[in-house]
């Protein structure tokens, strides 16, 4: 009887202490915390950020995912203990305002989602904090202005998106302390004006989109892209530019690929590709070119692929001849294809040079059908 007594006591001690102890880790209501690095809330259907005060270590946090909810506000004190985050994503959410200290204690971050919310500005100093930051990404919010201050602090950042937004204009040298930025998205907002000072200190950029813009009335300053000697690829395509400025692209040494797709470029000046030695790819397709000066492809020392379909050409292009590199693939419209001095074509998919076709057999092709 004892024994079987003692031995109940000994049960209940056990159960005792294999109930959790009272510091277990507590999570934020309705998020996942499996993992002590990682905060899961995504789609949750959250209206507020989730305390995270009764999380035991918050110093262990590193990413916290907080997509696909109904977050409207952002205050001061949403993050101000997570001070070793290296991740947060608020992308898809319905953000307005975010607290000017919002990012006040988040000296870690290297990477801010902020994609896909309403919002309306960057207001200056609010990222300043965020000296490691690598990636941010601020598409798709309903951004209108940047002010001079607006990436202040950031000089670790390596890409940001701020494409589908509502800039009209970019302020003078307003990404200036983004001297490491490798990759910039411009495009599908409503830029008119590019200063000369626009791209100031963007010396290391190899990326830059601005397809879907306004830039027709703009685009007159070789001195606006300067500053992009390290540029690689520039993509203006949608713009509706009826001509270009003067040897506009002749500080670009580096650039490989120019796009300049679907704009109503009506006639090109002879220099208009002047200084662009490193050119691989230009892609001209859907302008309302009829002709095309001679000396125009002259410079382009390593044309590889030259796309000038939906175009309206009809001149002579037997001057061309000599001012053609040997090894360019060409994409032209039917109509043009006899007359352009072109050894190499796309296959009719359009698929760049790696589907070439030999003219011949381009030719065979055509009149086959
Ligand atoms: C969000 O902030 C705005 C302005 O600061 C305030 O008017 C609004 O009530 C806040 N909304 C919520 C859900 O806290
Ligand atoms: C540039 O932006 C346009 C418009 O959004 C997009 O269609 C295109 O794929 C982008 N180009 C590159 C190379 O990312």
Not at 82 to 98: A, E, V
Not at 267 to 283: N, Q
Request: aromatic share 6%.
């Amino acid at each position: 009887m004892e024994a079987a007594r003692a031995l109940r006591l000994l049960l209940v001690v056990c159960g005792c202490l294999a109930l959790p102890p009272l510091a277990e880790p507590v999570c934020p209501e309705r998020c996942d915390c499996q993992h002590p690095q990682h905060l899961l809330c995504t789609n949750r259907g959250l209206r507020v950020v989730p305390k995270t005060s009764s999380l035991p270590s918050p110093h262990d946090v590193l990413t916290y995912s907080l997509g696909g909810n109904f977050i409207t506000n952002i205050t001061a004190f949403d993050f101000h203990r997570l001070g070793q985050l290296r991740r947060l994503d608020l992308q898809y959410n319905q953000i307005r305002s975010l607290h000017p200290k919002t990012f006040e204690k988040l000296s870690r971050l290297e990477e801010l989602y902020l994609g896909n919310n309403l919002l309306q500005a960057l207001a200056p100093g609010t990222l300043a904090p965020l000296r490691k930051l690598r990636i941010l990404y601020a598409n798709g919010n309903e951004i209108s202005r940047l002010s001079r201050g607006s990436f202040e602090g950031l000089e670790s950042l390596v890409k940001l998106r701020l494409d589908g937004n509502a800039l009209g204009a970019l302020p003078d040298a307003v990404f200036a302390p983004l001297g490491n930025l490798l990759y910039l998205h411009l495009e599908s907002n409503r830029i008119r004006f590019l200063g000369k000072n626009a791209f100031a200190q963007l010396g290391k950029l190899r990326f830059l989109n601005l397809s879907a813009n306004e830039l027709q009335p703009s685009l007159r300053h070789a001195a606006t892209f300067a500053p992009l000697r390290s540029l690689s690829s520039l993509i203006l395509s949608a713009n509706s530019l009826q001509h270009l400025g003067p040897r506009i692209f002749q500080h670009l040494p580096r650039l490989g690929l120019l796009s300049l797709r679907g704009n109503q470029l009506t006639h090109l000046a002879p220099e208009a590709f002047w200084g662009l030695e490193a050119l691989r790819e230009l892609r001209l397709e859907g302008n309302r070119l009829s002709q095309l000066p001679t000396a125009l492809l002259e410079p382009l020392h390593s044309l590889e692929a030259l796309d000038l379909s939906g175009n309206e050409l009809s001149a002579d292009f037997s001057g061309f001849q000599s001012h053609r590199p040997r090894t360019t693939v060409c994409a032209l419209s039917e109509a043009d294809l006899i007359e352009f001095p072109c050894d190499r074509f796309m296959d009719s998919a359009g698929g760049g040079a790696g589907g070439s076709l030999r003219r011949e057999d381009r030719l065979l092709q055509r009149f086959a059908d």
